[in-house]
């Protein structure tokens, strides 16, 4: 399965977004993009299309997507009756590892990749391994049994505490380690700061 194996604190840098909980330290020590000479570039000003392909490189590397994926759920997201750029939101946030990062079964989206990609989890009472995979309302995730008795699982509250809050489109049992769909995500359910309609105007050119 492809993905994308480079350092997510240099990617943050790049982006200058946090895109994984160990990168906001960093962020703070070391604000310029890698590789950049201190002072270089400050009265740089970008282009509209800078501003449109950095938004796209973040929200991809954010969500974990390669590019062939991402522009492939873009033209999906056009396809559709509505705003695409919430459409695409709403897409990326309904992957089953988002989902697991959303309902604090991981640390960071990466992590909850890891443990899909590894079999953890069944959805709907079968075993996947895809994370990619769309939910649906109804849909079901739960820990394996066999899962149960992994380190990683008995430690899980320390490796990955419980959210201060749960999406409501998402009912949570943390204890028995199990997700359901109750809803689809709106807008306000993702990432604030992500500026949806750079997306779309890159993608239209």
């Keep these: 399965m492809a993905r994308d194996t480079q350092s997510i604190v240099k990617m943050s840098r790049r982006e200058g977004y946090a895109l994984h909980p160990k990168a906001h330290k960093v962020l703070v020590k070391r604000t310029s993009p890698p590789g950049q000479q201190q002072g270089r ?11 449109q392909l950095r938004e796209k490189q973040k929200v991809k590397r954010l969500y974990g997507l390669l590019e062939r994926q991402f522009a492939r759920l873009m ?15 709403e897409f990326l946030e309904r992957r089953l590892d988002n ?6 079964l991981a640390p960071s989206r990466r ?3 890891q443990l899909v990609s590894h079999g953890h989890f069944m959805l709907n009472g079968r075993r996947v391994d895809i994370p990619s995979i ?4 109804g849909d079901a995730v ?21 959210p201060p809050t749960t999406p409501g489109w998402l009912k949570v049992n943390r ?14 359910d993702a990432e604030p700061d992500i500026k949806e309609q750079l997306i779309v105007e890159y993608y239209s050119r």
């Design 41 to 51: 570039n400050q009265r740089y000003k970008p282009s509209q299309y800078a501003l």
């Design 75 to 89: 033209d999906e997201a056009g396809r559709r009756p509505g705003e695409s750029g919430s459409i695409l939101l």
């Design 99 to 104: 989902i697991i990062y959303r309902a604090g």
């Design 111 to 113: 992590s909850a990749r």
């Design 134 to 137: 769309r939910l649906a309302v």
């Design 142 to 162: 739960s820990l394996r049994p066999k899962s149960q008795t992994t380190d990683y699982f008995k430690r899980l509250d320390d490796t990955s505490p419980a």
């Design 175 to 188: 204890s028995k380690r199990q997700i359901t769909v109750s809803g689809l995500p709106a807008r306000e």
